[in-house]
Structures are given as structure tokens and as C-alpha cells.
């Protein structure tokens, strides 16, 4: 209890001194899970929305996929990955393995799924019939999505926001991809994990204090972005 | 009343293998009131559904304006614009009454003070301007479906598809919608295609009257030969309530 006590003092006093190892730490999270939402959004919204939207012969295994992509173990996400990358793979000329873009590759895999999966589900649960409305009232196909989209915004930052909360705490394909390398591939989790298994428990106390606090900031930017649709 | 505007020829709708519509021939007039009766089911909605091109025909051709719309095609966006639907349900986006009634002149691109006020205008003559920015998600049922006929009317298409435009409203609505809709029509040369179970209302707005029974028109004829004077057995069963659907 009591290590639990200094440990938490010790933290707080990392995050107000702005200790160095700290702000590389949160810096490097923060731009690989950040790059990873973006390109998992502007796939996963699209694509989602198209599978919302669309029919077609082979659509319901496609929807099947992206389930079981959602609820992928990201240690199996990291091993296939790994693989892929390492020297015996068919990707190993890219040189990625061990640096932040494998990791970045991996949590795309990760949220991509989630992503889509979750915009898709908003998407069907917005009255189809306001698409004919839509249309009828001279929308395009392109406007009339647009105009489903908004409807669904509420969900379709549901989806983003269980994204970006699947990648930045996810630790097992981000220590197989990653290595976690200090200085150049160690994010929050796996410095958790290492901290923790050094003994050094006020820095993995402040490091998981700083994920907390990430997650609650990016979720109040989103409910901030949802608006008046909550009221 | 004049030129036909649409020219409905073997027009047929089938969802697998239930034919919901099939229309041998139909022409509806430019500037007038077309009302359209049948039981529920009958393949009224189908039709103004094939009239509004949200769906093509399976079958046959839905001419309009000299375009033609069929399984392959159908009339290019400014053509299609020329037509607008209102449905049963008022279908409002979330936002506020105004942003609905814009939204059709803001997808045209209008300007922003041509939005103004038009958008203005039209919900002043439907009794909604003190309510102009209040949430779609907030208004009575009544109100909403005034503005979902605002947002058609805003548009000041050549056609209008009116859904059972009334259902539900108190007669103090009932009665300010279809004077707007008479207006509309009188001195804008506005179409309407009005499909209504109001027997009262359909002789109060229509100049021509449809009966659709199975998805076939059994009778179409001035308004008042309908209802006196119908040719057909079964629209005089229909309209004396003798009919079993």
C-alpha cells in the first residue's frame, strides 16, 4: 500500500516536471496510435458506410470478416504482423520490423475492423427511408450518403473513438512489432510493462496515469465533437 | 391543365417475385391535381415512387419531360430535380427545423440570402417561423410534418408526390396544408400527385382521380365523375365501403 502511495507521489511529480523519458514516451504513443486512427478512419469510415449502404452477393461473409476482425487478439494481430515483416517474410525488403511504422501497420490491422464495423452498425441504424428523402429532395448519391453519415455521426465517433481506445492500450503486437526499443519504439504500454517488471513502480504509476488521462482527453474532444446530437 | 408531363406506359414494379405496381398507361397533366386512392397495398406509394425515379421500373417506361426512365436508365440530376417527394412519415434530418427546409435549396447550391428567404418565406406560410431554430427531434408531429412539406415546397418543383401529406393532423392543419397546397398549385402551375385515404380530401384538392387496386389502375377520371358517376363496379364498391381488402 504504501509503495502504491509514494509510487503515486513519485508520478505526479515525473508529469509536473515534465520529466524527459516521460514526454518521448507519451510523444512517440500519441503520433504512432494517432497515425493509425487517421488512416484507420479514412478507410474504416468509407468502408463501413459502403458496407451499410451496399448490397451485393458475398456481403454477409464480408460483414463476418469485419466482426471477427473486431474482436482480433492484437498478439495474434503482432505475430502475423512479425512475420510478415521479419527476414523470412514476403515484406521483409521494407525493413519495418522494430520501428514505429511496423507498430503503426499493426494497430491499423487493429482498428480498421472496429472502425468499420462500428460506422456500419450506426449507418443501418439510421431510417433508411431519409436516404430516398435525400434523394428525392435533389440530393446526389455522394450528398445523400453524406447526409445518412451525419445522421450516424453519433456511432461513426463511437467508432473512432473505440479505436483509438483498442490501439493506445493495446501492448501485445506493440512489444512483438515494436521491440520495445528506448528512444525508438517504446510507447506507454510496453513501458508499463517493462517498469513494472523492473520495480520501478512510480514510473509505470505516472506512465499509466498519463494513458488514463489520454483516453478521458480524446474521449471529451469527441463528446465535444458529437455536440447537440447527445442532448 | 396542359401537356403531359408524364407518360407512364407498361410501367411495372416487382420486388422478387410480387409484381407491387404495373401501370398499362397513365398521363399526368402539367399543373394539375392528380389524386390517387386505393386500399393499403394497392401499389399507390410504388408509384409515386417510380414518379420521384427512386427506383426504376422493373419493367416498361416512366417518360417525363421527354426523358425516359426504364430498368437501365433514368432522367440526368437536374431532370430528377424538377420532381420531389414527401413522404408518409415526415423523415426530418437532425438539426433544426430551418436547416431541414434548406437543405434542398442548399444542395442546389442557392446563395445564402436566396436560402434566407426563401427558406423565410415558406416557413412563414406554414405557421412554423417562431419555431424556425428550434430541434427537428423536439417539434409535435403536426409541426414536423409541416416542415417536411415546407422543405418540398421551398424547393418550388415542377412536381410534387404527396404521400398521405395529411395523415395524422388535427383539422386546423389538415386545412392549412391543403390551402398551401392549392396555392401551390394555382399560381406556381405546381403538379401534384396527391395519394390520400380521404375520400372529403380528395374531392376537395383533385381535379383527376385515380383508383389503384392490386397495383392496376381500375378507373382514372375527373374527380366528380369518379366518385358520382365511376365506370368501374369496383370503384363504386371501393368508394361506397363495400369493398373487402
Not at chain 1, 509510487?7 to 500519441?30: H, K, M, P, Y
Not at chain 2, 418565406?121 to 431554430?133: F, K, M, Q, Y
Amino acid at each position: 500500500m504504501q509503495e502504491i502511495g509514494s509510487g503515486l507521489l513519485q508520478a505526479l511529480r515525473l508529469i509536473f516536471t515534465g520529466d524527459a523519458v516521460v514526454g518521448e514516451i507519451v510523444l512517440l504513443s500519441l503520433q504512432v496510435s494517432g497515425i493509425a486512427l487517421v488512416l484507420s478512419t479514412l478507410a474504416g469510415v468509407p468502408f463501413g458506410s459502403w458496407l451499410a449502404l451496399s448490397r451485393f452477393s458475398g456481403r454477409r461473409f464480408v460483414i463476418a470478416l469485419v466482426y471477427t476482425g473486431m474482436g482480433f487478439p492484437p498478439v495474434v494481430i503482432g505475430l502475423l504482423v512479425y512475420l510478415v515483416l521479419s527476414q523470412s517474410g514476403p515484406l521483409a525488403f521494407l525493413h519495418w520490423l522494430f520501428t514505429p511504422t511496423a507498430m503503426i501497420a499493426a494497430q491499423v490491422i487493429m482498428a480498421f475492423p472496429l472502425v468499420a464495423g462500428f460506422t456500419m452498425a450506426a449507418v443501418l441504424g439510421v431510417n433508411q427511408s431519409l436516404r430516398q428523402q435525400a434523394l428525392s429532395l435533389g440530393a446526389t448519391q455522394r450528398q445523400a450518403t453524406l447526409a445518412i453519415l451525419r445522421e450516424a455521426r453519433l456511432g461513426v465517433i463511437v467508432s473512432i473513438v473505440a479505436g483509438f481506445g483498442g490501439i493506445i492500450s493495446e501492448v501485445g503486437a506493440a512489444m512483438m512489432v515494436g521491440g520495445n526499443i528506448e528512444g525508438s519504439t517504446r510507447v506507454l504500454t510496453t513501458a508499463i510493462v517493462l517498469e513494472t517488471r523492473k520495480g520501478n513502480f512510480d514510473l509505470a504509476i505516472a506512465l499509466g496515469i498519463i494513458l488514463l488521462a489520454v483516453m478521458f482527453l480524446a474521449n471529451a474532444a469527441m463528446l465535444r465533437l458529437q455536440g447537440r446530437a447527445l442532448d | 391543365m396542359g401537356d403531359a408531363l408524364y407518360r407512364l406506359t407498361a410501367a411495372a414494379k416487382r420486388y422478387g417475385d410480387k409484381e407491387a405496381c404495373f401501370i398499362e398507361s397513365l398521363e399526368i397533366s402539367k399543373g394539375e391535381v392528380l389524386g390517387v386512392m386505393g386500399p393499403s397495398g394497392a401499389g399507390k406509394s410504388t408509384l409515386l415512387r417510380l414518379l420521384a425515379f427512386l427506383e426504376p421500373p422493373t419493367s416498361g417506361v416512366v417518360s417525363f419531360l421527354g426523358f425516359n426512365a426504364d430498368v437501365a436508365s433514368r432522367p440526368p440530376l437536374e431532370v430528377r430535380r424538377k420532381v420531389t417527394m414527401v413522404f408518409p412519415a415526415p423523415l426530418l434530418f437532425n438539426g433544426t427545423a430551418w436547416d431541414n427546409v434548406a437543405y434542398g435549396l442548399r444542395l442546389r447550391g442557392i446563395k445564402a440570402e436566396e436560402v434566407e428567404r426563401r427558406v423565410r418565406a415558406v416557413l412563414d406560410n406554414v405557421g412554423l417561423l417562431p419555431i424556425a431554430r428550434v430541434q427537428a427531434a423536439t417539434l409535435s408531429s403536426g409541426e414536423a410534418r409541416r416542415v417536411a412539406l415546407a422543405r418540398s415546397f421551398v424547393i418550388e418543383p415542377e412536381v410534387l408526390l404527396l404521400d398521405e401529406p395529411t395523415a395524422n393532423l388535427d383539422p386546423y392543419n389538415v386545412a392549412l396544408v391543403e390551402g398551401l397546397l392549392s396555392r401551390i398549385n394555382r399560381e406556381h402551375g405546381t403538379t401534384v400527385v396527391l395519394v390520400t385515404h380521404s375520400v372529403f380530401q380528395a374531392r376537395r384538392l383533385a381535379h383527376r382521380m385515380t383508383l389503384l387496386l392490386d397495383g392496376r389502375i381500375v378507373e382514372v377520371g375527373k374527380t366528380e365523375q369518379v366518385f358520382t358517376a365511376p365506370r368501374d363496379a369496383r370503384t363504386a364498391a371501393f368508394f361506397g365501403g363495400e369493398m373487402v381488402y
